[in-house]
């Protein structure tokens, strides 16, 4: 008791320090847990991404049937999907949406110059996927959107601005459409002219 009473100052500046440290391993524990849910929601987005990179051939070669000499949609078609295979980053997936996007844009236009097209039992069911799978990408990004937020947030604000500069985690891009590529696919194929 003597001691304690001898060393206050000294008891008082442990007690401090284990202190310090419980919190340092609580706010990086924190910032771990959010980057981990940053990860998950960027992987919810790349996986229907590629869903839809995977639907892309064969609503192609439905088209190709009817506008085999669109070759120029085609090969933007092509050079979109393998723009997109090859991006890593965010930002790079973004820019590469952008352009599968604007890709299918012309593909789908080309219903209206080929009617027939829309009567094709496989075009028609292969556009409703894509258009169900458009709907999963825009959740999947608002979705990766929200929690990038929650996580640069939780980094900028102190203390764990502290914690995190020690621990080398900075704030996240967010997955952001371009603005050309604010006009998405119109995925619709009743003839309202008629």
Same mark, same amino acid.
């Given at each position: 008791?003597?001691?304690?009473?001898?060393? @206050?100052?000294?008891?008082?500046?442990?007690?401090? +320090?284990?202190?310090?440290?419980?919190?340092?391993?609580?706010?990086?524990?924190?910032?771990?847990? !959010?980057?981990?849910?940053?990860?998950?929601?960027?992987? %919810?987005? &790349?996986? $229907? +991404? !590629?869903? @839809?990179? %995977? #639907?892309?051939?064969?609503?192609?070669?439905?088209?190709?049937?009817?506008? *085999?000499?669109?070759?120029?949609?085609?090969?933007?078609?092509?050079?979109?999907?393998?723009?997109? *295979?090859?991006?890593?980053?965010?930002?790079?997936?973004?820019?590469?949406? &952008?352009?599968?996007?604007?890709?299918?844009?012309?593909?789908?236009?080309? !219903?209206?110059?080929?009617? %027939?097209?829309?009567?094709?039992?496989?075009?028609? $069911? #292969?556009?409703?996927?894509?258009?169900?799978?458009?709907? @999963?990408?825009?959740?999947?990004?608002?979705?990766?959107?929200?929690?990038?937020?929650?996580?640069?947030?939780?980094?900028?604000?102190?203390?764990?601005?502290?914690?995190?500069?020690?621990?080398?985690?900075?704030?996240?891009?967010?997955?952001?459409?371009?603005?050309?590529?604010?006009?998405?696919?119109?995925?619709?194929?009743? %003839?309202?002219?008629?």
């Amino acid at each position: 008791m003597d001691f304690l009473k001898k060393n @206050r100052v000294v008891v008082g500046i442990i007690g401090v +320090l284990v202190v310090l440290i419980i919190a340092f391993f609580t706010i990086g524990n924190g910032i771990v847990k !959010q980057e981990n849910q940053v990860d998950s929601a960027f992987a %919810d987005v &790349d996986t $229907q +991404l !590629q869903r @839809r990179n %995977d #639907l892309i051939p064969n609503l192609v070669s439905t088209v190709k049937g009817y506008a *085999s000499h669109e070759e120029k949609i085609f090969t933007a078609i092509s050079n979109a999907q393998s723009a997109m *295979s090859k991006a890593d980053t965010v930002s790079d997936k973004a820019a590469a949406n &952008d352009q599968v996007s604007s890709a299918l844009n012309g593909l789908l236009r080309l !219903q209206v110059s080929y009617p %027939d097209i829309k009567a094709d039992k496989q075009f028609t $069911q #292969l556009a409703d996927e894509l258009a169900g799978t458009e709907n @999963r990408i825009a959740v999947a990004r608002t979705r990766y959107n929200d929690v990038v937020k929650s996580y640069n947030t939780k980094v900028s604000l102190f203390p764990t601005s502290i914690v995190a500069g020690m621990k080398g985690a900075t704030k996240k891009d967010y997955f952001k459409a371009s603005a050309s590529a604010k006009d998405t696919p119109a995925v619709n194929f009743d %003839d309202s002219s008629k």
